[in-house]
């Protein structure tokens, strides 16, 4: 059952489970801190396809294959699917996905995806539409530095705000049933917050206000505080973004320095593979969510965690265009259910 | 209550209500068969702003405001907002709903979207997570040409089978209550159909098999048939599609001709408007639902209708690698409830 608390959180009280969950990153990845904890690496960046998109479309059908086998379903066992990814109309998705010929619903929030696909998942399990959902989203770093930003042959320089776009993938399968964990005990929706940054080599610094935003209205509409969880992990704000998001939230009267981790500042070694600000992109806080976050949950040794991934909604159209940038944070709450 | 009927179906059994609705259409669109019946008309391309992205961001701005105040209600009554839109990013949406601070969750169906953020709605609200929905889409020529085709200054020669993006927008306000209507009784989510047309001046030709894969896969999980409703709506398929469209379903044993329109059809004068096969865009389904569609069920001419928007899932980068174009259909049954 889903009750309301507040203005913006809804509560799973016999919460839809995680049965199963597969990551899969690229080359830099496997040279990060994370690298052992990857289902499958893959090594070329093009994964032997004809092009990057292609490549990226590749990560999200070898996730979601993983996910599905590791819950020992298959894919026609699977209602719907809610899937996303930085590409221009979710290209990584649909040619990704339509051979698993499974109902889809297309998600765009940016690198808030796998959140917002949580999200969906447990709304649509908990409603009775569905008995199992996939949720699976995808970046990677070659398909995204070209459409965002520059021809990666240009070379260009990077300033030290600017983030590293993670080649990955993370896919959960959400079903009902006792006893299994982790479990999505509730959520916080985001709204889209704009305080008028314009620079999109600064993701983390746009997108640190839609995640205080979202922290502070889940902690004010349950009433909680974070020592009630073991860690709160935000998806790719980045050096940048994180140390904001420590002063933005302290103005409002929450400290959550002991137990915030970033995705972004985890999932590479800032001192040796020259990321810059962190790691980004919706397969950041998808592939470490499901590599390095959820298995600590489904071991117990994490008990109780805030998951809150944040995408920043612009298009290089609008960055042309002299418009700032809209950002948006999720936040999940996902426990051992024990 | 929703209850699984079949493989892809879903039924609403005291379903979610459209407490109201608005549409805001264009100039072009203001020549046209449905002048009368949109809520605004916006001559200005421009829309007073300084892009065609900014403008298209003011439609979907404009017919929220529009449906939110049709419904005696004010922003902050709404949950959660479910949008979507063609452009990059889906740029329309996050710029135009920003300053709402609605709880924002961005879908992505191409033309498919209305119905898809109506199909998420409904079940958002038979959860229990919402008490309030809105679901709003857009499209413009100007933005959706320059993106998709060619500068609107090169002038280029159009082919007979391609279709003309609508500029307009249509927003659904979704509640329960007893007593009103329309009502959305059933939903069946598309799955992602590609044989392997890669023409992007054909779009109906890419859509028609998504549709009727939809179509089939209802009635064949619903044991209805065609003449169990009013109407048969599909969302801009144009008159390329709508051929075809006859053409396949009548392949798996269902005749829908006497039942069928298009929005794409309904919405210019071909003889007169230069449109070619048609009408398309977001915009094309979610602006004729909300100015023609909805008001007949409300009325009660139309006791039981099919509502099937189409989406092509492709982008300019997977044409130009040579990729065929994923398309989905999706279907709300909406009724007059009665």
Known sequence: MITRKGRYTVVF?????????????????????LSKKFDKIIYDPKAGKATWEQAESQLQKESLGL?????????????????GDLLNQCISSSYGLKDFSIPY???????????????????????????????????HFCSAERQYRFPLEYGGQRPPSAQWTVTGSGCCILGTGKGANPVICGATVGRITDLGVTDANNMGAAMAPAAAQ???????????SPSDFDRIYTGDL???????????????????????????????????????????????????????????????????????????????????????????????HISAGT
Chains 1, 2 share one sequence.
Not at 15 to 21: A, R, Y
Not at 67 to 83: G, Q, R
Not at 121 to 137: D, F, M, P, Y
Not at 267 to 290: E, K, P, W, Y
């Open 214 to 224: 979202t922290i502070v209205d889940f902690f004010s509409d349950t009433g909680k």
């Open 105 to 139: 619903l297309g998600q765009y929030g940016a690198c808030s995806t796998m959140a917002q696909t949580l999200i969906m998942g447990a709304i649509t399990l908990e409603s009775g539409a569905a008995r199992l959902c996939a949720c699976v989203t995808s970046s």
């Open 13 to 33: 009280s016999d919460g839809p489970k995680i049965l199963s969950f597969a990551s899969v990153a690229g080359p830099k990845e496997a040279q990060g801190p």
């Open 238 to 332: 980045g050096q940048v973004g994180s140390k904001l998001l420590y002063s933005l939230t302290e103005d409002a009267g929450l400290n959550i320095r002991d137990k915030h981790l970033d995705c972004g500042l985890l999932i590479f070694n800032r001192d040796l593979q020259d990321v810059h600000a962190g790691g980004s992109g919706c397969g950041c806080a998808a592939s470490v969510l499901c590599s390095h976050i959820l298995p600590q949950i489904k071991e117990e040794k994490l008990k109780d965690v805030l998951f809150i991934a944040t995408g920043a909604l612009m298009s290089p159209t609008s960055c042309q265009q002299g418009q700032s940038i809209p950002c948006v944070a999720h936040l999940v």
């Open 67 to 83: 996910a599905i086998s590791k819950a020992a379903l298959h894919a026609e066992d699977i209602d719907f699917i809610f899937s």
